[in-house]
């Protein structure tokens, strides 16, 4: 199993952490798409490029309200040339970057098709843009293989769409063995109802993460992104009274007092009212020995990937680290025979 981590890109650290990331042994390094909290992301994960050898780079995820889809595939071929074929796509429907230029999600119905012309782009096709012609001209100029994209998807129909129209699907359902199993069976199902061939779908998903021998500090680190990836579940259109109680509770409670302008942060008020017992059921955090045997479930589920979304925004520096360290050291090696 390949293991990532998602990052926020920042001006003079992306690529040390880049090159810390490969170092330790993971496959795949994420960074945020979210230009009002974040620097662009594609000149820093050019940054990335340079500064690693061996490293899967890509978004973490990017939207289509703020790219063009001529302009999002573009801009990841750029980084998949430079880099040697190794870029990934990965995007979704919208969240910060789109709520922070006062827009909502995208339609479904239209991030369908904006998926198939990202896809025809990509494959260096001609796509229809309102009956004008259009391709990607400099496409031959690559030279690599096809560039993956990867949807994040969390309700039931974004999670068919991607098993329909991607190359892999990032569930982002939290950590729990049986929800996870049940988001990844709905996938493995779709793509065969689609007619694909068995083993063509990746299947991979988001967990937060934090490793601490003090579980309360661990709790404590992760809370805010947890409560950011739980909402995801909360979203208008969501079958929240089909979700699992714990998720279903949190879900309800996001919904109403989820603040944007706290977003991912473990301080904020959403964050602190997310139960320990739900942190617990949603998120891996705690001590390393603890994490290993959750891990392992995870593992024998039969996923291609996992991205570990670690500590939340106003987490000391010092450990979320501490986190990626022990993880690579205790964690990486089990994962990678799995």
């Known amino acids: ?25 993971f496959s795949t390094l994420m960074l945020t798409d979210s230009q009002n909290l974040a620097p662009e992301v594609f000149s820093q994960l050019m940054l990335a490029a340079a500064a690693t050898t061996t490293l899967k780079l890509g978004t973490g995820v990017s939207n289509p309200v703020t790219r063009d889809s001529a302009l999002l595939a573009s801009s990841a071929l750029s980084v998949h040339a430079e880099s040697g074929g190794r870029a990934v796509l990965g995007i979704g429907r919208g969240d910060s970057a789109v709520q922070r230029i006062g827009k909502d999600l995208y339609p479904l119905a239209d991030f369908r098709r904006y998926i198939d012309e990202l896809q025809g782009y990509l494959r260096g096709e001609a796509v229809d843009r309102d009956g004008f012609e259009s391709r990607l001209e400099w496409f031959r100029a ?23 129209r991607a190359d892999a699907v990032m569930l982002a359902v939290g950590a729990d063995p049986d929800h996870l199993a049940a988001a990844i069976a709905r996938a493995r199902r779709a793509a065969e109802a689609a007619g694909r061939p068995a083993g063509e779908l ?19 680190a992760v809370r805010g992104t947890a409560a950011t990836f739980a909402r995801f579940s909360s979203f208008k259109g969501s079958p929240i009274a089909e979700l699992p109680g714990p ?17 991912t942060r473990r301080s904020s008020e959403h964050a602190r009212a997310m139960e320990d017992e739900f942190i617990d059921w949603f998120a891996l955090a705690g001590p390393v020995g603890d994490l290993r045997p959750r891990f392992e479930k995870l593992a024998a589920l039969g996923l291609d990937f996992l991205y570990l979304v670690s500590a939340s925004a106003d987490t000391p520096r010092e450990v979320a680290r501490a986190s990626l360290e022990s993880i690579s050291k205790e964690i990486l090696p089990l994962l990678q025979h799995a």
């Open 142 to 164: 690559a030279k690599q293989p096809k560039l993956p994209v990867q949807i994040a998807a969390t309700g039931p129909k974004v999670i068919e769409l991607a098993a329909q």
């Open 1 to 25: 199993m390949e293991t990532g981590v998602i990052m926020a890109p920042w001006p003079g650290r992306t690529a040390r952490l880049a090159a810390m990331v490969e170092r330790m042994g």
């Open 247 to 263: 998720l279903q509770k949190a879900a309800r409670f996001l919904r109403e007092h989820y603040d944007m302008a706290e977003h």
């Open 202 to 220: 990746r299947i991979g998903a988001f967990v937060n993460t934090l490793a601490h021998g003090d579980a309360s500090v661990a709790r404590d």
